[in-house]
């Protein structure tokens, strides 16, 4: 099964609002990583957080981990249209096998 | 620096046809994983590697084989095709503990 379920399945917001993506997930990990999927390509690497992080930030991506409630959310602040994509979580377990959750669509309106 | 590379880009295939999903690496990565991603899903692990000569399965590992003789391929091999593997394959590599470098994706249709 999945490791990571994020939270909701879509969101849609108005350009210049903040989006937040929640995932849960199982097992202890190394760390999490969120990605961005465009339209059936290959994924794009956004954020890294290690185990022992609670927050991360870059631009306009802020990430933070609950490793008591096996949870990280995603925030995504001053939406524009092009951030409109796909955003998965990933776990790397300490088994080394990086797990994808089901992803949550994101669209933005201009 | 080409990055992740995948042969082919599409493929189709006849039940029962096997073939081979290439793989190839040029960033001296440890780890590499096939994952195969299905319409409005995410991405499901296949196998993966932590180095030459050492592989593992993930969460969906029937009907393919894998192997890793060098650092640099890592090829999936579909034994016998079934309309069930329909899927996009797409392979990534990192080095451990840090972020996947992902390939364009092999877009494959059984039919």
């Known amino acids: 099964s999945q490791q990571g379920e994020e939270d909701p399945q879509a969101l849609s917001i108005q350009e210049g609002e903040n989006a937040t993506m929640n995932c849960s997930y199982k097992?202890?990990?190394?760390?999490l990583q969120w990605y961005r999927q465009n339209s059936g390509r290959g994924l794009v690497h956004l954020i890294l957080i290690r185990s022992n992080e609670r927050e991360k930030h870059s631009g306009r991506l802020r990430v933070t981990l609950d490793t008591s409630k096996k949870s990280s959310s995603l925030l995504i602040t001053a939406s524009r249209a092009a951030d409109t994509a796909s955003y998965f979580c990933?776990?790397?377990?300490?088994?080394?096998?990086?797990?994808f959750g089901a992803g949550t669509r994101l669209t933005v309106k201009p | 620096n080409a990055g992740v590379t995948q042969t082919p880009k599409f493929q189709v295939l006849k039940t029962g046809q096997s073939m081979t999903l290439q793989c190839a690496q040029d960033m001296n990565h440890e780890y590499m994983s096939w994952y195969r991603q299905d319409p409005g899903m995410g991405l499901r692990l296949i196998h993966y590697?932590?180095?030459?000569?050492?592989?593992d399965q993930g969460e969906v590992p029937n009907g393919y084989n894998v192997s890793r003789s060098t650092t640099e391929d890592f090829p999936l091999r579909l034994l016998s095709a079934a309309p069930s593997q329909t899927s996009v394959y797409f392979c990534?590599?990192?080095?451990?503990?840090?972020?996947?470098?992902f390939g364009n994706g092999t877009r494959l249709t059984v039919t």
């Open positions: 590697s932590v180095g030459a000569g050492i592989t």
């Open positions: 097992t202890s990990i190394n760390n």
């Open positions: 990534a590599s990192s080095f451990r503990n840090s972020p996947l470098h």
């Open positions: 990933a776990t790397e377990s300490r088994r080394d096998d990086m797990r």
